[in-house]
């Protein structure tokens, strides 16, 4: 091995950390700088603001690509050679030449895609091993065959980089792969932004991993647009995302929200429970129907022989049948959800109440017109609207209503829907549940919101703040140097707080003490529009769940990834255009992965059967690597299934991370049984053993998997053979099967 090309390559590393370490020490001065600024103005402020977040995120970035920062060189043949890595590096010249060239830029792409067949003018590429700061190896491929220049570094494998990283132990948390993104991957990442773009691939595939480069790529190639509206990134649950959380900041990148579908409703919580067959009622999209209704059936009249009597000064009031029906018409007629109509039948009644009793006050007893003029019309008009037995009476008809309130009555007896599944529904209280949150925002939809008590909370408020400035003021004003007392203060050259702001800027400068980014404000706003949403484990939302993720995107510009043959959810669906049809027809790109990466042959083996038992002309991805350690399987009396588990997890290998994928009833006994394994809470994916149900396993990935029952598993639900395929796909290195039924196992690990 040339020592000297390593020496050349060393040299530059450190040239480049050097110069990583140099504008790390100037984003932070700046940052200080922008800190330590006192301006006054309303822009000036402003400019701060910015300022700081601005300078915040470049530190973040730089200190984000410490690790593996240079990682790849191109070798051009017209001589030009251009150092790939995490990030772009300028140095520090008049011209700032580049030195290294950020893995998004278009420059580097060929870095990615270029292979002996389409060199895409390369002549080489070699990929750098480091640690730290250490060159620790070269990795050359000859992209020109006529090039005979040899640097001692040519790889044997061309995949040697890929199947070093693929066969590293896990860690409990999914790292970036930029140094390693395939040719397939590399044209979906960087696909337009704009449109559906679908992607679907077997297990191990690299769909994750796609999704989040692709992220990385779109915020930097269109930044000035997504950082302002940012990317949301949807995943099944939240240990999964805890799983993927770190890639996206170790490329450096901050204006994203990882989310579940539960969690996009601000201010619900939906820790509740239900069996998978209420979760799917809820998730079927005619539920936007049975809601719609049930919303029309919170807009009364009343029975025509029974008319509302509302007590009044001036005598009772009538609201009869005909006049609600009138005015119920007219409210619809707007075309409003209901909180926004509601004023519209409001004052329709105030209205015609009022011209009862105007009938009834001003009436000539001899047939002439009424005594009353439009003054005292007027008056009566706001006597009625004042009333609250009025606007009781009016709210017992038409009531305004929050999604909250709204879905809990539905819930509690369920309307529009077959007996059987009302039964399945009905829950009179209880916290929410995953699929309760599409409903609500759906509810949300159809009630919209009346801000115009929020708008007057909020306007209060900001009395109460300029109050309280004005008392600060007055405070300061107080307190002024006595010093300069005798010299006529009030010329003093002394500036206090009153001199230079009054009370109505200050409150308003602590409305802007709101430094939240972008994805932060869209968390906590439910009609936010995201720049762009990628959905991981797309199979698995139901259709109401996509009706709360297209309100979300109204430009649809969005990467579903996923896989139909491992769907778990009951209210999952098994086809794209069943999905997408309704927003976008069949404007959407198809493109699939076909590799994978993650699981040995040995073990996609085994996989492959249990879904073809399902589907017998099925064919799963191919695994690029095969590892000689077949599957093991044993079979053991019942009695035994938890210490067995327990055993295995003791002889498996340590490095890396060990998953007990069982059905959730077996976790008790196995958790008893294996130390240091939690059967409660979210699992904790860091530690070296973790306990799983097949569903909490979707996404994830571990060294050693150890499936207990599988026969269980695979009856559980009609999805059952889809969770038994996601539970074996899960290894990296080794699988091994304890069941108490089925075929003598043979073999032991
Ligand atoms: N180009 C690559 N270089 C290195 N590692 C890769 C590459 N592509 C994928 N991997 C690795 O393969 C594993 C599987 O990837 P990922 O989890 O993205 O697959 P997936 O298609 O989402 O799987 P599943 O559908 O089973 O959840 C991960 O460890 C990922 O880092």
Known sequence: MSTEELRREQQFVSLVHERLDQLRDEAEAALNATIAQVGTGRQARVERDIGVIEHSASLAALNAADTGLVFGRIDRRDGVTHHIGRTGIRRDDAERTPLLIDWRAPVARPFYLATGHEPMGLRRRRHITTQGRTVTALHDEIMDLADTTRTGHESHDADEVLLAALGSARTGRMGDIVSTIQAEQDRIIRAPQRGVLVVEGGPGTGKTAVALHRAAYLLYAHREQLSKRAVLIVGPNPAFLGYIGEVLPSLGETGVLLSTVAELFPEVHATGTESPAAAAVKGRADMADVLAEAVRDRQQVPDKDEPLVVPHDDGDLVIDWGMAVEARHKARETGLPHNLARPHFVFRIIDDLTTQLADRIGADPYGGPNFLGPDDIAQLGKAVAASSDVHAAIATLWPPLTPQEFLADFLAEPVHLPAEEAALLRRATGPWTPADVPLLDEAAELLGEDDSAALARAEAERARQIAYAQGVLEVSYASRTYEFEDKDDEDSEVLAAHDIIDAERMAERQEEADHRSAAERAAADRTWAFGHIIVDEAQELSQMAWRLLMRRCPTRSMTLVGDPAQTGDAAGCESWQEILEPYVGDRFEHTRLGVNYRTPAEIMALAAEVRRSKDPAFEPPRSVRSTGVE??????????????????????????????????????????????????????????????????????????????????????????????????????????????????GTEAA
């Open 631 to 744: 599957p093991w399987e044993v079979t053991v009396d019942p009695a035994e299934l938890a210490a067995t588990v327990a055993a295995r997890v003791a002889e498996a290998p340590r490095e890396g991370r060990i998953a007990v994928i069982a059905p959730a009833a077996l976790h008790a006994a196995i958790a008893d049984a294996v130390p240091d394994v939690s059967a409660t809470g979210e699992p904790d994916l860091t530690r070296p053993v973790v306990l799983l149900d097949p569903r909490g396993a979707k996404g994830l990935e571990f060294d050693t998997v150890i499936v207990a029952e599988p026969d269980l598993i695979r009856s559980a639900s009609a999805q059952g053979v889809n969770d038994l395929y996601v539970a074996y796909t899960r290894a990296t290195q080794r699988l091994g099967v304890v069941r108490t039924s089925g075929p003598r």
